[in-house]
């Protein structure tokens, strides 16, 4: 762009779900450059044709793939009209944080300052790469189809109380197969907090109706999980590898930290109890009547 920075628009929208910083992630780590010398646009129509919503987790998908079918034209371009402006060939230079530097020393000062070359380029030569493709669809597509999969398990380690039906979790570890990870923070803060939420609806939260009305209008008892709530040991274990021929690179974690939740805590509880809760969220009063029975069938065994 004419103030030297490198401007990347999509047509889509940061709606909560941390695409901007998948983006940023994805464009400084491919170009090498730093985040200083971006400019993300999103939603602009005038510059890029709507692309419909990111959601299900489509945006980390598509910006990789974007990124990696503009990136080769794109470093190309600003390198060849880098080396018109320098001693140096095409092949003896590359992008870096601030501009552009020789290929063996990307330390110090940039050879070439971004801001430098954009203004030799004038507005008329601005460098502009764009692409455009169809988000892959299953061949047969049915309801709530999908095309890009990821997938998780989960390990729960919980502890009945015998005298309150209380449950509380003390380990949640999740592995998540995504493809590779983007950004480790944003990952690992999804699939936790992800992983907190599903607890919640799992043990805590109710919503009760009442012909057809909410008696639960406020947090005062709808039930959320607190500091105190979290269990002790959470750990989340990304597995990056992709399948031999895989083109679709990493996918989006968005919804894959709570999937797996409510399903490990149940079986956690059978583990403890010998009882399969079928409902959320788990009601104290149904563990208690189900170790009393077997207390009761116990009793009756042993007589």
């Known amino acids: 762009?004419?103030?030297?920075?490198?401007?990347?628009?999509?047509?889509?929208?940061?709606?909560?779900?941390?695409?901007?910083?998948?983006?940023?992630?994805?464009?400084?780590?491919?170009?090498?450059?730093?985040?200083?010398?971006?400019?993300i646009v999103l939603g602009d129509t005038a510059k890029v044709p709507s692309s419909g919503s990111t959601t299900a987790s489509r945006g980390?998908?598509?910006?990789?793939?974007?990124?990696?079918?503009?990136?080769?034209?794109?470093?190309?371009?600003?390198?060849?009209?880098a080396a018109k402006l320098t001693l140096?060939?095409?092949?003896?230079?590359?992008?870096?944080?601030?501009?552009?530097?020789?290929?063996?020393?990307?330390?110090?000062?940039?050879?070439?300052?971004?801001?430098?070359?954009?203004?030799?380029?004038?507005?008329?030569?601005c460098i502009s790469i764009s692409t455009d493709f169809q988000f892959p669809t299953t061949p047969d597509p049915v309801d709530g189809g999908h095309f890009l999969y990821t997938f998780s398990a989960v390990l729960a380690d919980v502890e009945v109380d015998l005298l309150t039906g209380r449950v509380r979790v003390l380990t949640l570890d999740q592995f998540i197969a995504a493809g590779p990870v983007v950004s480790e923070i944003g990952y690992r803060g999804q699939i936790e907090g992800g992983g907190i939420m599903a607890l919640?609806?799992?043990?805590?939260?109710?919503?009760?109706?009442?012909?057809?009305?909410?008696v639960t209008e406020n947090l005062d008892d709808y039930l959320i999980p607190g500091i105190q709530d979290l269990p002790i040991h959470m750990k989340v274990d990304p597995i990056e590898a992709l399948a031999e021929g895989d083109p679709h690179g990493p996918r989006g974690v968005g919804e894959i930290g709570t999937v797996g939740v409510a399903p490990a805590i149940a079986k956690a509880i059978h583990d403890a109890t010998n009882h399969w809760v079928n409902s959320l969220p788990v009601s104290p009063e149904e563990i208690l009547s189900a170790v009393k029975e077997r207390k009761s069938q116990w009793k009756t065994m042993k007589l």
């Open 60 to 81: 980390t998908s598509m910006v990789w793939q974007a990124m990696q079918r503009m990136k080769p034209q794109f470093i190309e371009r600003v390198l060849n009209a």
């Open 1 to 39: 762009m004419p103030d030297g920075k490198i401007e990347i628009a999509f047509g889509f929208e940061e709606a909560g779900q941390g695409i901007l910083n998948v983006i940023e992630t994805l464009v400084t780590a491919e170009l090498g450059i730093d985040d200083s010398d971006l400019s």
């Open 200 to 214: 919640g609806y799992t043990l805590m939260e109710e919503a009760l109706m009442e012909k057809g009305r909410y």
């Open 88 to 125: 140096y060939s095409r092949e003896e230079l590359m992008l870096g944080p601030g501009g552009i530097f020789p290929s063996d020393e990307k330390r110090g000062s940039p050879l070439l300052l971004f801001t430098d070359l954009a203004e030799e380029l004038g507005d008329k030569e």
